[in-house]
DNA sequence: TAGTGGTCTAGACCACTAT
DNA sequence: TAGTGGTCTAGACCACTAG
């Protein structure tokens, strides 16, 4: 009670009112929300003014307020996995290597840590719906991801998410190469064949949780990117 | 003056006063300007609400209000002037052609126009600090950009900005290929070299401004992207 | 004409920060 | 203690939309 404020209360009502409604629902008027809450004015349109700048409500003068209609696509920062299921595909992964490494100087950067820190490296080959597609390497912090090395998990963006550190922006280099000897052999096509290089260095926050390279077959995937700004 | 809203005046002026101020700096409080334009304190709110939300300003609960920090990188649909110049390189293009097409149905459909609708069309070998970087070939909707076609500009996405139809969000598609015989010879490397194909589809707001095809010699360039969400 | 959102007023009390 | 932003009141007039 003494904590909660009028437009925050007034907010999560509308909010709570709106949830699962189709875009274009009318939501209550202003003059409805004061009478309902007994405030002024001002206080109702404080509180629509935090979701329709949430882009949960749309306002049309003259006409009312309505449930705005969904944003458009999260962007996102996405994973394989998730990258691969948005494309209704399967995808697998083949630990190839996982193991604590100490950090260089250039990792150590990256991830924001002292020189010499443990790290996780692990490697993998990931297919979708059974062929090859990329061979992953990736960098964490082990103290950020604690017991991750012991129980690798199916999806890595996945496991962050439940630590709490989903990665929510990303700095991502992407190049086009030849492929090395055991990058070929790994992903089946012929040494020199292109291949796309995908570094990302991933963070939550403040906090960076992953450093990674990631060599695509470039005749089987391309990397799909929604940008914004 | 008849259509100039006060809190859109007090915004503006807010805004041309901490303009080019640094971070930190303090911005005129709430009672100076109430002062200063004779206005309620709810007016000038809500111009300062506005600049908040824009991230130009930062308030501090009794302290003031300040010049917010710059903006995590403007993630930024950047066009290729644009992206050499922040890493300090000179960007050159020859036009290797500039003509009036119909648009085929790929194109109609991408661009969101009637099929056979006339396109400019625009093919440039682009030069880093005089370097062959990238083969461009960009679809423009005529009625959108007229008179672009007689006068070419250097930097398509400033020409664009000032029509007002800067982009302001992208969708981009990067794949790896080998390089073909005439991409090859105008990007001087061998047949066959890995490429990488940079398909975009440039929107500002609601309306398609340009679909293009850059392909970039792999081994002197990367693509470097910011994403959030 | 009744209802809606957009704008605006002239105050008020609060918690917080700095001096 | 003086100043700041955060919250809130109880009204007002406007332009616009819809029945």
Redesign the interface.
Known sequence: MSRSLKHVTIREYVRDLVAGSAPGTVAPSERDLVDRFGVAR?TVRQAL?ALV?EGVLERVPGRGTFVAAPQ?T????LGFTEEMARRGMVAEARTLLAERVPSGEGLASALQVTPGAPLVRWRRLRMADGRPVCLCETYLVERRVPGLAEALPDSLYDDLARRGLRP???????????AAAEEARLLEVAV?????RHDRRACSGEIVVEVSRTV?R??H?????????
């Open positions: 001002m003014d700048g458009r999260p962007t996102g920062v929510t922006w990303s700095e991502d280099v992407l190049t086009a190469c030849a020199g064949a292109p291949v796309l695509y470039g005749d995937h391309a990397v799909s990117l929604l940008l914004r700004g």
